[in-house]
């Protein structure tokens, strides 16, 4: 697809591919360059996409801000889903729906619709704003309950919700509507504290500047401005950007699926990182650390190599904290 857009404008292109080995060798070295535990995992490639952009140029546009402010994402759409789904028979809904989704065969794929599916169904049942964050998130409240171990959550008190700084910014803030709403949650979380650290990071550890055009001050007001109809329209999202470009790039460019920047984390778990992941996630170090519950750790590591679970994002989360946090003290 990028070519095609770069023969399209008659423009350069340049690329580069990501090898399971190459982000296994690299792994540790962005890790370092990380002040926090990131478990955004596409910090892999945009670190490698940065490196490699900075041979050519100093400067490099991004299209950060566009999926946030016009509703550019797959939850966009899957809220619009909910609200279906909510009004069905609850005995329809518990009875038959969630206990076929159980059932679905698990694929490795990225984002394959049985993850999917299954994060859908874990989200339901929260408030619009939190089941966003079970959405985006690896442990959902309940999950991280069984995670920690008893001393984390005894010292951590019985008030402690990680979805705190989430209900404390939305208290008493009114929407014109849901999507504004949601809007609202990517553009201060998602958005600030996920894709701009990223590349921030990832880009400035290569001296490499990355600009975001979509986040220029008056565009980002005048796209807040507008009504939520000009951004998704039906289950159409990023209508009003579609429609301004619709006789400026190749139909099949407008019509593909949204892509995003992820890698294949799932498959890459079971075989070129599983190594990787048994030592750092391995019973005797979790012991010894007294963090997590390793009980819970490794059977959620043995479900994910046997393929009856794909636990991902959990696995994933929990490799890079261990590995940013042996690495820090």
Do not use: C
């Not at 553009?187 to 600009?211: G, P, T």
Request: glycine share 6%; proline share 5%; aromatic share 10%.
């Amino acid at each position: 697809y990028a070519r095609q857009v770069a023969r399209h404008f008659g423009v350069s292109h340049h690329q580069e591919r990501l090898s399971a080995d190459t982000m296994r060798e690299i792994l540790p070295e962005v890790i370092g360059l990380l002040d926090e535990p990131f478990a955004d995992a596409s910090v892999i490639p945009t670190y490698l996409l940065s490196r490699f952009t900075r041979r050519y140029v100093t400067v490099a546009l991004g299209g950060d801000g566009g999926d946030e402010l016009l509703a550019g994402y797959d939850p966009f759409e899957a809220h619009k889903w909910a609200g279906v789904y909510e009004r069905l028979p609850a005995l329809l809904r518990r009875g038959l729906i969630e206990p076929l989704v159980a059932r679905l065969p698990v694929s490795h794929r990225n984002m394959s619709f049985d993850f999917k599916a299954r994060q859908f169904i874990k989200g339901m049942g929260y408030p619009r704003a939190l089941r966003n964050q079970v959405w985006l998130g690896a442990f959902s409240f309940e999950e991280q309950k069984n995670l920690l171990a008893p001393e984390v959550l005894q010292a951590a008190g019985e008030a402690w919700s990680p979805y705190g700084d989430i209900t404390k910014l939305m208290d008493g803030r009114k929407f014109p509507d849901n999507l504004a709403e949601l809007i609202y949650l990517y553009s201060n979380f998602y958005l600030a504290e996920d894709i701009l650290a990223k590349v921030d990071r990832a880009s400035m550890a290569v001296s490499l500047e990355v600009r975001a055009p979509f986040l220029d001050v008056e565009l980002a007001e005048f796209i807040n401005r507008l009504p939520s109809s000009y951004k998704m329209h039906g289950f159409k999202r990023k209508h009003l950007l579609k429609e301004a470009m619709k006789h400026r790039l190749p139909k099949r460019i407008m019509q593909r699926s949204k892509k995003g920047f992820g890698i294949p984390l799932a498959a890459w778990l079971r075989a070129e990182l599983k190594p990787m992941m048994q030592e750092h996630l391995n019973e005797s170090r979790l012991k010894k650390d007294g963090l997590f519950n390793h009980q819970f750790v490794q059977r959620l590591i043995h479900e994910h190599l046997n393929g009856t679970r794909d636990h991902r994002k959990q696995l994933w989360t929990l490799l890079v904290f261990q590995m940013w946090r042996e690495r820090k003290f």
